[in-house]
C-alpha cells in the first residue's frame, strides 16, 4: 500500500509535532514539590488502624500531636521530592534531630521520639501500612511501644517521584512518634 502525503497533512502533522513539544516541557517542567500531594484521608485512616491494633494489645491509643506531623510532613514531601528512602533527613542529619526542630524537648525532663516509614507504588491504603509495620520487628516495637503517647502522621503522594522511586507514582508515608514528660 502507498501512502501519499499533501502538504495539508504534513503542515497538520508538523503542528501536531509542534504542540507536542510545547506541552511536553511544561508539563515535565513542574517541580517535584508542587506534585506531591497531602493525603490527608490516609492520615486519619492509618491513625484509626494504627490505633485499632494498639487497644487490640491492650495499649493506650495515640494522640495526634500537630508538632509531630509537622515533622513528619516536611520528611514526607522531602523524600518524595528529592527521591530518596530513609530515616536520615535530606541534609544527612539523624531523624531526631529534624524531629527535635518540631517536637521540643525544651522544659521536659524526659524527651523521645521514633519513628516509622513506608511507601509503596501507586497507591498505600492505611490497612497496607499497618500491617507491613506489624511485619517488621523494628516498626512493629514502634506501634507496640508503651512509651508512645502522641503519633504525627503525613502521608503524601506523587505521580512521578524521582530517585529511588524511579519516576514512578508513589504513596510515602512518614510516622513520627513521641513522648515528653
Known amino acids: 500500500m502507498a501512502v501519499r502525503y499533501t502538504g495539508r497533512f504534513v503542515a497538520c502533522a508538523l503542528g501536531v509535532v509542534l504542540l507536542c513539544l ?15 500531594k497531602s ?4 492520615n486519619n485512616q492509618i491513625l484509626r488502624e494504627v490505633n485499632r491494633v494498639r487497644v487490640q494489645n491492650h495499649l ?26 530513609t530515616h536520615e533527613s535530606a541534609d544527612g542529619s539523624a531523624f531526631w534531630k529534624r524531629i527535635q526542630r518540631y517536637y521540643s524537648a525544651s522544659g521536659f525532663h524526659f524527651w523521645a ?27 512493629r516495637v514502634n506501634l507496640l511501644s508503651k512509651r508512645w503517647h502522641q503519633i504525627g502522621l503525613a502521608a503524601v503522594h506523587s505521580p512521578s517521584a524521582p530517585g529511588s522511586y524511579e519516576d514512578r507514582a508513589v504513596t510515602i508515608v512518614t510516622a513520627d512518634f513521641g513522648v515528653r514528660r
Open 60 to 85: 493506650q491509643p495515640l494522640v495526634v500531636s500537630p508538632q509531630l506531623a509537622g515533622a513528619a510532613a516536611e520528611h514526607s514531601r522531602s523524600m518524595a521530592t528529592a527521591g530518596f528512602f
Open 39 to 42: 493525603v490527608t484521608a490516609l
Open 113 to 139: 521520639v521514633g519513628e516509622n516509614l513506608v511507601w509503596t507504588s501507586p497507591d498505600l491504603t492505611a490497612k497496607q501500612a499497618v500491617e507491613m509495620w506489624m511485619k517488621s520487628p523494628p516498626h
Open 22 to 36: 510545547l506541552v511536553v516541557p511544561v508539563a515535565s517542567s513542574t517541580p517535584a514539590s508542587a506534585r506531591a
